[in-house]
């Protein structure tokens, strides 16, 4: 067998680790891809993701009923999905916990206070008891749309988005993959990245799908989802915070504004104080096996000018402009 043979083969093999035989037939049966972190991504349902992502789909698909009083953070893979979860949770217990004291914040990162469905709570073929959760239930996903499991579309579940201009989102992934992408199959070059970002093949991509699905979703139901941009978070914080806690049902009194609870919830949740806690600095495990610090790079807008060259500016930006245009979905880039 030639070598490339064996370790196509191989790549496979250890891609499909821990899955079931139904999900392994299922899986090799997909259109694949060279993946990022895993040697494949599948085509399943019109997006890109790894294996075990898609068992875990489909079981959540199977398996998860949402209620009418939960809430939803989801995301674009590297659009501030870390943020978003801090905030969220922040407002929806900021009753509960002292932002002073021992705010679960403090010891825990966001990803384990809000769970996502496809690496947490349905991960390795689990069929979750989620009776003991209190509710409002807060859960996460980077599942497109189209393929969220049922109820979330059909009760009246919402749902909280965020993504990022493709540029930066671009740069965050690359940056992150490299970190977390097993040393036995090197580093991934950024013009091989780029090209397989341009065709949409990155997890749970098609970005412009993903993005657009939502978008949409958000102008016919404004009261089921609150589409968000992180560059626009980034500019004007305490708006954004006071616009999500109306959303998710937990609006600020004028007396919590006049005390500044707004940006004491801002400044808990802010990329410079979750980053230097200890659990975000030691710890592990929050999202899969990797360490919790590589969650946290730079949060700049505007770092992709520190890495992209003309050719490849001019390539994203004739693609954005194809994908988005006349849907009004635009993102500032500096
Ligand atoms: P960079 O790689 O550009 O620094 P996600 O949480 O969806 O994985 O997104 C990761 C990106 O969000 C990273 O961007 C990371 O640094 C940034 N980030 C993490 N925590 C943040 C916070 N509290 N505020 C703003 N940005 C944050």
Request: with cysteine.
């Amino acid at each position: 067998m030639a070598i490339t043979q064996l370790i196509e083969r191989n790549g496979t093999e250890q891609d499909n680790e821990g899955l079931t035989n139904e999900y392994k037939e299922l899986v090799c049966s997909l259109p694949k891809e060279r993946g990022w972190r895993t040697q494949n991504l599948y085509l399943y349902q019109g997006f890109w993701c790894q294996p075990n992502e898609i068992q875990a789909t489909m079981s959540a698909q199977k398996h998860f009923q949402a209620h009418d009083s939960d809430l939803m953070v989801v995301s674009v893979p590297k659009s501030g999905t870390t943020w978003l979860k801090a905030l969220t949770f922040a407002i929806m217990n900021r009753e509960k916990y002292d932002v002073a004291k021992s705010h679960p914040l403090h010891f825990s990162n966001p990803h384990e206070l809000v769970p996502f469905l496809e690496y947490k709570l349905y991960a390795d073929n689990k069929i979750p008891d989620l009776s003991h959760i209190p509710r409002p239930r807060l859960l996460a996903t980077h599942i497109p749309l189209g393929s969220l499991p049922g109820s979330i579309r059909s009760s009246k579940c919402k749902m909280v988005y965020i993504c990022r201009n493709p540029f930066d989102t671009f740069v965050s992934a690359w940056h992150f993959i490299n970190k977390i992408r097993p040393a036995s199959y090197g580093p991934l070059g950024i013009e091989d990245a780029f090209n397989m970002y341009c065709r949409g093949v990155v997890g749970f991509g098609p970005y412009w799908d993903h993005m657009l699905g939502y978008w949409y979703e958000s102008l016919t139901k404004p009261d089921k989802v609150l589409f968000l941009k992180y560059e626009d978070m980034k500019e004007n914080p305490d708006y954004y915070i006071k616009k999500l806690a109306l959303f998710l049902g937990w609006p600020f009194t004028l007396q919590e504004e006049k005390t500044g609870v707004v940006q004491e919830i801002g400044n808990l949740c802010s990329f410079k104080n979750l980053r230097d806690l200890e659990v975000n600095k030691k710890g592990k495990g929050a999202i899969a096996d990797f360490e919790n610090k590589n969650l946290f790079r730079k949060a700049d807008v505007g770092d992709w000018v520190n890495h992209f060259t003309p050719m490849m500016v001019q390539r994203l930006a004739h693609i954005m402009e194809e994908k988005l245009s006349g849907s009004g979905l635009s993102f500032k880039v500096v």
